[in-house]
């Protein structure tokens, strides 16, 4: 029951993409969608508490939510056994034990114009442990090929993949309160891959979480250890720096008809320092502490909402602050304003198409968003940004209609055009700010700006739980290719990505 469902992980996303659809669909409503990874046991309360509605007739189901509803009962059914057995427990009063292991895989496989066709395997074995409802033990690792060619990863590569823990933790309940310890990927905000202040495609993080819900309101926080930075000490010689994050987060859930999230985290770190008691107290406003105690960390401040005014439309956004100039006294108070947001919406079954959508998203990173002037607080971790992967200085309009044909065929149609500035999270802090005279005003995006557009067209197939296959082809087109002034590049992509469960022996 304490179990988390990878969030960011292939194998798995189907379950995050079937539950969005039953809730913008109004059969679910109780799930935080902007507080990921979700609990296996909470999804497990919700399918039950639909059932009995179904079963009492209070609703009707129409395709394709027949279809999303059994797919995730049958994902789900020990834990909704589980529950069920709770509400009424055997006289012997038995504790369940349960140990069970396995194999995850992945096929991403890329067939671009003009290069070598490349095929990119995945492995996560795994072994999982369960003792009654209060207690869980996982750990997952990952033997990945794709990650092998990743430029930000920098470990171990053995004959072509990389290999490390994606998840390796010891869950427990406590009164009002559940404890998460040891390593786990976390995504804060309302559409996954575009979360603004903690996005599922960063790094899973080593860290000590505590979260409690009490009727509407959701109130999670925790410290994690970062990367360490290495540098160069007084004399010369190689050393590391410290680093760590400590976010806090609570979520409201209005009526089912709405949620609210306000988060908030924090970078830090130097040499020889070690975690603050300031930011490990999740009471503590944390930009307040970093003034008090005159140090010079990263603060994010961040607010998202989601909004159903009636059944299948829903409408989302998230606003991401990192820094906002308040006074005007000096030459560094001109500093633009560190800004990311993100807003649309998804209209499901329109003009009466059952089984179809319709998603609209726009999204906007200012210049020196997720930077600094302190290399140890950039919001990076492993060198990949802990927030929405596009990055600073660059924004992207995208929309999508999709639609299921039959139970576990779907296809989906999208575009999207993007502009990518020269500025990034790792530029030089040269603050051109300070060295101007009177107002600063920088373009948007800066410099040579690179523009895009991509056309995609995907085929997606579902065999019960076990198996899942997509098909795509992409067309690309780019102007001022990498913010090369003039150069272009256009090219078509087809990719083949197929994830199938391999479950081991367990009691």
Not at 18 to 28: N, P, Q
Not at 232 to 251: A, F, K, W
Request: proline share 4%.
């Amino acid at each position: 029951m304490m179990e988390t469902v990878p969030v960011g992980d292939e194998v798995y996303r189907w379950t995050y993409e079937y539950l969005d659809e039953l809730y913008v669909r109004g059969l679910i409503g109780n799930l935080h969608l902007g507080t990921k990874p979700y609990l296996r046991g909470e999804i497990a309360g919700e399918l039950l508490s639909l059932r009995e509605r179904l079963n009492r007739e209070q609703i009707t189901l129409e395709f394709p939510e027949d279809v999303l509803v059994q797919e995730l009962e049958n994902e789900f059914s020990s834990e909704i056994s589980q529950l069920r057995l709770e509400a009424d427990p055997p006289k012997d009063k038995t504790i369940n034990r349960e140990f069970s292991c396995g194999l995850d895989f992945h096929e991403g496989s890329n067939f671009k114009s003009s290069r070598k066709a490349a095929f990119l395997e995945t492995l996560w074995p795994y072994a999982k442990a369960r003792i009654g409802s209060n207690f869980f033990a996982c750990t997952r690792y990952m033997i990945d090929e794709n990650l092998a060619n990743d430029p930000s990863y920098s470990g171990k590569v053995w004959r072509g993949f990389a290999g490390d823990a994606a998840q390796a933790y010891l869950a427990f309940r406590l009164p009002y309160f559940k404890v998460l310890a040891g390593r786990e990927r976390v995504a804060w905000g309302q559409r996954s891959t575009g979360e603004m202040i903690l996005s599922e495609n960063a790094f899973p993080l080593d860290m000590v979480q505590l979260q409690g819900g009490w009727g509407a309101i959701q109130a999670t926080a925790f410290f994690a250890f970062l990367s360490s930075l290495a540098v160069q000490d007084s004399l010369d010689n190689p050393t590391r720096v410290n680093r760590y994050l400590s976010g806090h987060r609570i979520s409201l859930n209005l009526f089912s008809k709405a949620q609210l999230g306000f988060s908030e985290t924090i970078v830090y770190g130097g040499k020889d320092r070690r975690v603050e008691a300031y930011y490990v107290n999740p009471l503590l406003w944390y930009h307040g502490a970093q003034i008090n105690e005159n140090r010079d960390d990263n603060t994010f401040f961040a607010f998202d909402f989601n909004l159903r005014p009636k059944r299948n439309l829903l409408f989302f956004g998230e606003l991401l602050i990192d820094d906002l100039q308040i006074e005007n006294k000096s030459q560094a108070d001109k500093e633009p304003n560190e800004l990311g947001y993100t807003g649309g919406f998804s209209m499901l079954d329109p003009a009466g198409l059952n089984g179809w959508e319709l998603n609209l998203e726009y999204t906007r990173i200012n210049n020196w968003t997720y930077n600094q002037s302190l290399e140890q607080n950039r919001y990076l971790h492993r060198d990949r940004l802990l927030g929405n992967p596009m990055g600073p200085d660059a924004d992207d309009l995208a929309v999508g209609v999709s639609t299921w044909w039959r139970k576990g065929l779907k296809s989906e149609i999208s575009f999207a055009r993007g502009r990518k500035g020269e500025g990034g999270v790792d530029s030089p802090w040269d603050q051109p700010w300070v060295s101007s005279v009177g107002d600063y005003h920088e373009e948007f995006p800066s410099g040579v700006v690179q523009t895009s557009n991509r056309l995609g067209l995907a085929w997606e197939y579902s065999y019960q739980r076990v198996l899942h296959c997509t098909i795509g082809w992409e067309y690309f087109n780019f102007e001022n290719y990498q913010n090369v002034k003039g150069q272009k590049r256009n090219f078509h992509q087809l990719s083949l990505n197929l994830s199938c469960r391999l479950r081991g022996p367990g009691y």
